[in-house]
């Protein structure tokens, strides 16, 4: 009777602690992507789009799309959060079905940004401007792992992008 008794007792701590869950810090786990932008150019961009998608044969195939507000001149951790987008501030992560993205099939989750009816450019990864930015299709996109930061240069659009979980 003892021992069932401390079962309980140690199951009990562990659910109020919060132990159990999928997130050790006490929050609820926030899952999709979230993106950071840094805009080094002296131009502003009024109706920016980012797309998802995957490459096939060398080309960007689109399975999803969520238009942004506007990014300023010299922006600076610009939060792009879906919420300011489509509902006015709820400020919930974009989460576009990611199992189009494997029948394609690609093996990797890429980006595009339409900055402009002139320019739309691939995201590549910071420092290796050669590298398609992506993520593999096996990652669970949760907490950092769906912050994306997007820096518009003149010339390129990169990415910094940190998988560690928190």
């Not at 008794?5 to 869950?21: D, E, K």
């Not at 290796?128 to 769906?146: C, Q, V, W, Y």
Request: glycine fraction near 8%; charge should be negative.
């Amino acid at each position: 009777m003892k021992k069932i008794i401390f079962i309980l007792i140690c199951y009990w701590l562990l659910c109020s602690c919060n132990l159990m869950s999928d997130n050790f810090h006490g929050e609820e786990a926030q899952y999709g992507f979230l993106f950071d932008v840094k805009n080094d150019t002296d131009i502003a961009y009024n109706s920016p789009v980012i797309y998802i998608g995957g490459i096939k044969d060398d080309v960007f195939i689109s399975i999803d799309s969520i238009p942004t507000r506007a990014i300023p001149v010299g922006s600076d951790d610009w939060n792009i959060h879906v919420g300011d987008v489509v509902s006015g501030g709820s400020g919930s992560r974009w989460k576009p079905d990611l199992q189009k993205i494997k029948d394609i099939p690609s093996k990797q989750y890429n980006f595009k940004m339409k900055l402009s009816n002139s320019r739309e450019d691939i995201l590549r990864w910071t420092g290796n401007e050669d590298l398609i930015f992506g993520i593999d299709p096996s990652t669970i996109i949760a907490h950092r792992k769906g912050e994306i930061n997007i820096r518009i240069s003149k010339d390129i659009i990169t990415v910094d992008y940190d998988d560690s979980e928190f």
